[in-house]
């Protein structure tokens, strides 16, 4: 049972617009939702995280929204450029992310933005 | 300059000839896992580590050994590997204290069994 359910798939977004990736999860003792950023041919590096006690954290152009109630949070690209194409991936872990705990990831989205 | 380094890179190999990924990291971090990425299936892991002779199965260990005899190393073994287990493999290490929250990952393994 896959417990962390990423969409879309993939997506194809013009230069300058908004990027937007969804996910949801079941497991309500998840407290600690990051996203990791994959460019082809390297490993996922962190991008940005959020923890269930705030709704918002934006970093530069990405924004994480975070609804508890729906067990729902997004990822938000604003102004999207060419160099942001890559698979992104979202990821759930109970523990704060630290200590013991696993990280448990979405099934990615392959983001293109086109020029 | 923190890194997970695995090797080798990109490997080519036959039914049934055992070989290892190594991963090794130079952060001193306790947890090291491995994992493998498929196409529309995302990162599954495969084992983890959360110390030296501590390791336990993730969500997808059959076919797959490891060992964890040193902090720094962590080697992913297919005894007997098959082309199901074609596939690109990332070695990944954190710490486990309150800092620990950020995953590093290798630059991935890409393997072909045929």
């Known amino acids: 049972q896959q417990q962390v359910k990423q969409s879309p798939q993939s997506l194809i977004v013009q230069k300058g617009g908004i990027s937007i990736i969804n996910c949801a999860y079941e497991n309500t003792a998840f407290d600690y939702f990051p996203w990791y950023q994959q460019f082809p041919g390297k490993g996922p590096a962190l991008l940005i995280a959020i923890r269930p006690d705030v709704s918002e954290k934006k970093e530069g152009r990405f924004t994480i929204s975070f609804n508890k109630s729906a067990k729902q949070f997004s990822l938000h690209i604003m102004d999207s450029q060419p160099g942001d194409s890559a698979t992104y991936f979202c990821?759930?872990?109970?523990?704060?992310?630290?200590?013991?705990?696993?990280?448990?990831f979405g099934k990615g989205t392959m983001l293109l933005v086109s020029p | 300059e923190a890194q997970v380094t695995q090797n080798p890179r990109y490997l080519i190999t036959v039914t049934g000839k055992k070989l290892t990924v190594t991963c090794s990291q130079n952060?001193?971090?306790?947890?090291m896992s491995w994992y493998r990425q498929d196409p529309g299936l995302g990162l599954r892991q495969i084992y983890y580590s959360m110390n030296v002779e501590v390791t336990d199965k993730g969500d997808v260990p059959e076919g797959y050994k490891v060992s964890r005899k040193e902090k720094r190393n962590f080697p992913l073994i297919l005894e007997s590997p098959s082309p199901n287990q074609t596939s690109l493999y990332f070695c990944?290490?954190?710490?486990?204290?309150?800092?620990?929250?950020?995953?590093?990952f290798g630059e991935g393994s890409w393997l072909t069994v045929v």
């Open positions: 952060m001193n971090h306790e947890y």
């Open positions: 990821a759930a872990s109970i523990g704060g992310g630290s200590g013991y705990s696993t990280l448990t």
């Open positions: 990944a290490s954190r710490a486990v204290d309150s800092s620990g929250n950020t995953i590093y």
